[in-house]
């Protein structure tokens, strides 16, 4: 035995006689400290979430690492009678951390106020509720340790009884299977165990099997041997498993000290399963109390290699966690090949809270938002012929606010995550490379990563509606799907299109972007909409190209020399074709007016942009539009092209014509709806796109409750569109207040 190990046993030692004369109340808070302290080893490496289970509460520990698939449902010990759910998570979180397994930790009923059967109608409960939600006993373990190991071998008893599927395998620490005590190691190891006492187990069992009345409950002020419990009653195969036929029982890996009192129970366990076919392991250690397992001794650090050899045994052999990669979709083949020293597409989307936000809630959140969000969280690999994304093990470690937003995002950190979140006071933000996903898609990302950081920071519950997901699910295979190929059309529609003025001025020589944020009522935007018989979206874009005609009257002197102004408007498609993808599922739209033909009003300007929105965003025109775009990607000669000819040809064609064809972006991801419990706590959303590579603005908007805010990018020092555009505004009525972080 090491110094650590006798330091420890000499404080279990001491404290010894004071537990076995403390009251009922006090035992029960002294475990809970243990637990708390077991977990506050282990905070750094696991996130834990509450959860409820058929009515009773419970935690669900996830570790920051998870190495594989399946659940650890871990009952704790504590003779029946002591362990909350916050002594439960203590162990729990040592199981989730040291075998990278999501771990159940159950908070049973406990006696005397409830006797058996309570305890293992609750593990029943939890057991079948997890096989109802769809996870196959073949991927559960059954964890315990004491009480909680003769309940997992109880709980399995009652499954086999109820004939519900067994579990993959049992891990029990010192596991107590004999409430009669009848083992020859409760008197020759009665000095030698630190820990617990043969008279402290003998209150346990008669607490358990109901040897106290209801009304003598609240005399109950020590806790002492009383030795009136019924002997039948404790010799229960289902309170003492020692005592049940075995036949059948799953794999099991037993541990016990060979101090302890309970040392009987778990070679007799052993004997009884290994005699019943059962495939059994025990290991026994030299020196050791009863749970020595819990404390994480570095003597034995062995037992969780053991732990998770068995572990690993007893799962399908697919069952190691496997980082997926995926190709890039079809329209975000583009962005990796069009990505410059200077520029590369990414896009903002943020949640300003209202109060500021916890460094730590927020990096524990995003632990586990991750895990839901296999397309996302993932970096950029090059391949022979193409990009690929692959899935990054570990969430990246939340930022500090740049100097501004949308700073580049080097091709170096895209490899390692295409992602990055960052805070600043209230504001949490979300920066996606676009070949991840498109806005909406990156909008159920930041609304689950908040609905997770207030869950984790508040302890409210927050339902999986509009657009919050359940960090706890799998990812639905739709959600990882490229969904243009299977939606083309049988042919194909033109791409040529007519250049478009843009505004243009003097870039800013250290790539500082500004932003501009109209603020506005969406009702005022609304009533003008309504008025023309446009949508909002319609009368947004009108009022850009109205402001950028308006420029270039003042730009370009004569009439032939101007170009069309149009305004590219995304369109997400998965309304359209009904898609669940997570990935990009968006084209586009680009109307505008040739000044040449004369003056436009807005109305006009409105009204243009509706039809030509109406006739071109329809299923057949889209589908000719993927069609067009999947074919080229489909040509063979294409496919056998090495990639670094594929991306001089590809950065070829988007310098040259890719965003020549409109005078900027307008995104509208419109309305945004969070579950009602998020509401009292968020303030705001914003959306900021990144700069055009060759073009010095782009725009989007969203809406939160009764507020729109459009956000105005530009790299260039004048200012001259925001002008414009807020001189449109004002001209028609609309409030405008401006928020810009203009240096």
Not at 143 to 153: D, F, K, R, V
Not at 194 to 219: M, N, Q, V, W
Request: aromatic share 8%.
């Amino acid at each position: 035995m090491n110094i650590t190990d006798k330091i420890l046993r000499s404080q279990l030692e001491l404290t010894k006689p004071l537990t076995d004369g403390s009251g009922l109340e006090s035992a029960r808070n002294m475990q809970d400290k243990v637990g708390r302290l077991m977990h506050f080893t282990r905070r750094r490496d696991v996130v834990v979430l509450d959860k409820s289970s058929d009515g009773r509460e419970g935690h669900l520990v996830v570790p920051r690492d998870e190495l594989r698939g399946g659940l650890i449902i871990y009952l704790h010990g504590g003779g029946y009678v002591c362990g909350t759910r916050e002594y439960a998570k203590g162990f729990a979180s040592v199981l989730s951390a040291e075998c990278g397994m999501k771990v159940l930790s159950v908070e049973y009923r406990l006696a005397p106020e409830h006797p058996y059967p309570a305890a293992l109608e609750d593990a029943y409960a939890a057991y079948c509720a997890t096989i109802e939600r769809g996870l196959e006993p073949e991927k559960i373990i059954i964890a315990g340790e004491s009480a909680g190991g003769g309940l997992a071998y109880a709980l399995c008893l009652k499954l086999r009884a109820e004939g519900k599927p067994l579990p993959a395998g049992v891990i029990a620490v010192s596991p107590w299977c004999d409430l009669t005590l009848s083992g020859e190691s409760y008197t020759s190891n009665k000095e030698a165990d630190p820990s617990i006492t043969k008279e402290r187990l003998e209150f346990f069992a008669d607490c358990y099997t109901g040897a106290y009345p209801p009304e003598e409950i609240p005399k109950i002020k020590k806790i002492a041997a009383s030795a009136r419990g019924d002997i039948e009653k404790k010799r229960n195969p289902f309170v003492s498993p020692i005592f049940a036929d075995l036949e059948g029982m799953p794999p099991s890996l037993i541990f016990v000290g060979e101090d302890e009192l309970l040392l009987s129970d778990a070679v007799s366990m052993r004997d009884k399963l290994f005699a019943s076919g059962c495939d059994v392991t025990l290991v026994s250690r030299p020196d050791m109390w009863h749970a020595y397992v819990l404390y994480c001794l570095k003597s034995n650090a062995e037992d969780y290699v053991i732990i998770n050899n068995f572990v690993k045994k007893c799962l399908p052999k697919d069952n190691e966690r496997k980082l997926r990669w995926m190709h890039l979709d079809n329209s975000a083949k583009i962005y990796p090949a069009a990505a410059t020293s200077r520029w590369n597409n990414i896009y903002r989307l943020s949640a300003t809270l209202k109060e500021e936000v916890d460094r730590e809630v927020l990096q524990s959140a995003l632990d586990v938002t991750v895990r839901r969000f296999p397309s996302i969280a993932v970096k950029l690999k090059r391949g022979v012929f193409w990009y690929y994304l692959e899935e990054i093990a570990h969430a990246p470690k939340v930022q500090d606010e740049k100097s501004y937003p949308l700073v580049r995002m080097p091709l170096d950190d895209i490899r390692h995550c295409a992602f990055r979140v960052l805070i600043y006071k209230k504001r949490i933000a979300v920066e996606f490379f676009h070949a991840l996903t498109d806005g909406n898609g990156g909008l159920i990302f930041l609304k689950t990563l908040v609905a997770e950081y207030l869950t984790q920071k508040y302890g409210i519950r927050i339902p999986n509606e509009n657009g919050v997901l359940s960090r706890l699910d799998p990812p639905e295979e739709e959600e990882l799907r490229d969904d243009f190929p299977k939606n083309k059309a049988p042919v194909g529609k033109s791409r040529n299109e007519s250049d478009s003025y843009r505004v243009m001025g003097e870039v800013e020589p250290d790539g500082f972007c500004h932003v501009t944020t109209f603020i506005m009522k969406p009702k005022e935007l609304l009533e003008l909409a309504h008025s023309y018989g446009v949508t909002l979206t319609a009368l947004m874009a009108a009022v850009f190209i109205k402001a950028s005609v308006n420029l270039q009257f003042e730009d370009v002197k004569k009439l032939k020399h101007m170009k069309k102004v149009k305004v590219l408007i995304p369109v997400d498609l998965r309304r359209i074709y009904n898609s669940k993808t997570l990935r990009n599922f968006a084209l586009y739209v680009t109307p505008g007016v040739d000044p040449r033909l004369g003056e436009y009003t807005l109305e006009e300007i409105a009204k243009i942009v509706h039809h030509r929105m109406a006739l071109d965003i329809t299923e057949k025109n889209m589908s000719a539009r993927i069609y067009t775009n999947v074919h080229d990607e489909e040509r063979m000669i294409l496919k056998l092209t090495p990639l670094f000819l594929k991306n001089i040809v590809m950065k070829t064609i988007f310098m040259l014509v890719g965003e020549k064809k409109s005078s900027l972006s307008l995104s509208n991801l419109g309305l945004v709806k969070i579950p009602s419990p998020m509401d009292e706590y968020v303030d705001r959303f914003d959306f900021v796109l990144s700069v055009q590579s060759t073009a010095p603005y782009n725009a989007s908007m969203i809406s939160y409750g009764d507020t729109l805010n459009l956000s105005i990018i530009r790299n260039i020092k004048e200012p001259r569109l925001e002008r414009e555009l807020h001189r449109v505004l004002r001209d028609f009525g609309i409030h405008v207040k401006v928020e810009s972080n203009d240096r």
